[in-house]
């Protein structure tokens, strides 16, 4: 089920293949250290009944985080689902702007405490709004691409989502659409192998969702979800198709949930211990940065220096959204419609 | 001032907002080279070609969805449903992703989308080509549905549809498309979404209705006229949201109100109507509110007597007026 790490690999200096620098892959392994402290603290703080709720992104950060650095951060458009902490942070997003959200606070950027958390939107960032009925942002990616073509802008839409949700139909409508009006669309499946309790094998009778490709047309490739470089790749790869014409790509990012599927989930119920801890040997938050050492880009002292600095923020993040206000209740009937002035 | 049918009054609609804004593009099954099963885009895709009248896969979440990401991106498509009937595969993404996309953003995205859909019955399409859909969408805070009885109100209301910066359904009443004709002014103009629409002043009954059933309601006028019963008749033209106003002034114009859909009767738009009377306008009737409507059977079936059965009827429509007039 999980891919092993090779270990001989990572000796080697990998990141240079890729034209990425020393600060770069430095950079991305703060985005993902960034999300999975956060996600730690979220739990604390629902654990402590400060928050309702907290949907986690734990095991899947060095998908997500490679993939948002493979695409242009500048123009590109993007529709993450609930679990793309790391994605979010990547793209823009800062701690406060989580935290505000976690807390469902006035200020949180998405949807003002409106949504539960995690469900990302920020228009500033061109990162679609998304519900909770699953996959229904994969259409919108195609539309974005679609408008994007007839404007003809140079520009990449990406979307993510889960392998319990590519059975969806829209999922699969969304595809093919992609595919026969060759889109500049990348569909990133990040497979962690639950759909709350259903495992994978319950979910699809294929090995890789990346499988289903070929039937739309379209190029489709799985890789190590946790592995940010080769998440990095594939969507990098997945870019250059889509800029030269090429049309849609099918990504499967091959991850492990590491925690229950919400805060409300009980997943011992469903799984072992053992399985979970297994996984946890594969970990790309702790696999990343065995790498980064080894090649001696990550130093203690820059390592020390990055927990400091994020445990600064989180802890600052966390005080500001407890104490800010939440959204006036008078405000529910806002914004049903545009208001003019 | 020209005549056109129902249908023309779409098509010059669709041409007229695709000339004057770059943004607005037409998307749908058969919409290109065919220019519609009904030929609502006729013409359009020689015109504007195969960028901007786009032929989609037989998909209609998809449509519905990749329309909602176009008008994310500042496009405002005008996504066509090729039978309203078939848009329930596209109900989540008009529900829970067009409705509440402004709402749940808190204002930081919107959708000005619109949905094309024909509707209604009376054209031998048995159960899925006849339905009447809207009472489906007309609980849904975030959504506009538009109902147009006339070629003038259709020009009128679909471009400002097409303008709105919200989603709207336009459902338009396929009996209608070469059956109705008017007069339409060469002159651009806008009508308002949301504001009802006197067709009859009258004094003695008022028929609240829409779509088609417009029709009906003015031939029954007509005919009673010569019995000396005058009858007032309100075109809702948008049945969500309500215009409320106009309903209470209308109800209140007469006193007797004579509630009229083709949809089926329970949970209808006019149940909605009726209910706005009753809270608003209790002490101003003098007689209990009447609806006329099809029955609460799943829809109207394909032979043509069962067919005829099924559906509200001229004679039905005078009878509950005449009788409403004599309470």
């Known amino acids: 089920m999980i891919k092993e790490n090779k270990e001989e690999t990572l000796v080697k200096n990998r990141h240079q293949e890729l034209e990425l620098s020393d600060e770069v892959v430095l950079s991305m392994y703060e985005n993902m250290l960034k999300a999975r402290r956060v996600d730690e603290r979220l739990w604390l703080l629902n654990r402590a009944g400060k928050i309702p709720f907290v949907v986690s992104c734990q095991g899947q950060e060095a998908a997500q ?8 951060r500048e123009k590109d458009y993007v529709a993450p689902y609930y679990r793309d902490f790391g994605f979010v942070f990547a793209w823009g997003m800062t701690i406060k702007e989580m935290m505000l959200n976690n807390f469902a606070k006035a200020e949180d950027p998405s949807s003002a405490g409106r949504q539960m958390p995690g469900h990302f939107g920020y228009r500033k960032l061109r990162m679609l709004s998304h519900s909770s009925p699953v996959t229904t942002q994969n259409p919108h990616a195609v539309g974005i691409a679609l408008a994007a073509k007839i404007k003809g802008d140079d520009i990449v839409s990406f979307v993510d989502f889960g392998e319990g949700s590519s059975n969806q139909g829209d999922f699969h409508e969304a595809a093919n659409f992609a595919a026969v009006h060759k889109l500049p669309v990348i569909f990133m499946c990040e497979n962690n192998h639950y759909a709350i309790s259903v495992p994978l094998k319950h979910q699809l009778a294929c090995a890789h969702v990346s499988d289903r490709a070929i039937g739309y047309g379209m190029y489709g ?3 190590d979800g946790n592995d940010p470089l080769a998440a990095y790749a594939a969507v990098k790869k997945a870019a250059d198709r889509a800029h030269r014409g090429e049309g849609p790509t ?6 492990y949930r590491l925690m229950p599927h919400t805060s409300d989930d009980n997943d011992m119920t469903y799984r072992t211990k053992e399985e979970v801890d297994e996984a946890k040997k594969y970990d790309g938050v702790i696999t990343f940065a065995d790498y980064l050492r080894s090649i001696g880009v990550l130093t203690k002292e820059r390592e020390n220096e990055m927990e400091e600095q994020i445990r600064k923020e989180i802890d600052e993040a966390t005080d500001y959204a407890e104490n800010a206000p939440f959204a ?11 208001e003019k002035n | 001032m020209p005549v056109i049918s129902y249908i023309e009054a779409i098509t010059q609609a669709l041409d007229e907002e695709m000339s004057r804004d770059d943004t607005v593009f037409v998307m749908g099954e058969d919409v290109g080279k065919r220019g ?14 195969e960028n901007r009248i786009i032929d989609t896969p037989l998909a209609e979440s998809a449509i519905a969805g ?8 500042g496009m405002r498509p005008v996504a066509e449903m090729q039978f309203s009937d078939f848009m329930l595969p596209a109900a989540n993404q008009i529900i829970s992703e067009a409705a509440k996309t402004r709402y749940r953003s808190n204002n930081d995205w919107s959708v000005p989308m619109t949905i094309r859909a024909p509707f209604g019955g009376g054209v031998h399409g048995g159960l899925y080509h006849s339905q009447s859909m809207e009472a489906i969408f007309a609980n849904v805070p975030g959504l506009k549905i538009v109902i147009p009885s006339t070629p003038y109100d259709v020009k ?4 400002a549809s097409i303008r709105d910066n919200d989603p709207v359904i336009f459902f338009e009443h396929k009996r209608a498309y070469r059956l109705i004709k008017g007069e339409v002014p060469e002159n651009e103009y806008v009508i308002p979404i949301g504001k009802a629409d006197v067709k009859r002043e009258g004094t003695d009954v008022t028929v609240i209705t829409y779509g088609l059933m417009v029709h009906e309601a003015l031939q029954a006028a007509e005919k009673l006229a010569s019995e000396g019963i005058s009858t007032h008749i309100l075109d809702l033209r948008t049945v969500y949201p309500l215009d409320k106003e106009a309903i209470s002034e209308a109800a209140k114009k007469t006193g007797k109100v004579l509630l009229l859909t083709e949809d089926t009767k329970e949970g209808s738009v006019i149940s909605e109507v009726a209910a706005i009377i009753a809270e608003n306008c209790l002490f101003d009737l003098d007689a209990p509110i009447r609806r006329l409507a099809a029955p609460d059977a799943p829809a109207m079936p394909y032979a043509g007597p069962l067919e005829h059965a099924f559906m509200v009827k001229p004679e039905q429509v005078e009878h509950e007026i005449r009788d409403l ?3």
């Open chain 2, 36 to 49: 519609g099963v009904f030929q609502a885009t006729k013409g359009l895709f020689e015109k504007y070609g």
């Open chain 1, 250 to 255: 099918l990504l499967e990012a091959n991850c």
């Open chain 2, 325 to 327: 007039a004599e309470f």
């Open chain 1, 65 to 72: 985080v490679g993939a948002a650095f493979g695409l242009n």
């Open chain 2, 66 to 73: 990749v329309g909602i990401g176009a008008a994310m991106y």
């Open chain 1, 221 to 223: 490739e799985s890789f």
């Open chain 2, 156 to 159: 009128g209301l679909l471009k």
């Open chain 1, 328 to 338: 006036d209740p008078e405000s529910v009937l806002r914004y049903v419609y545009e």
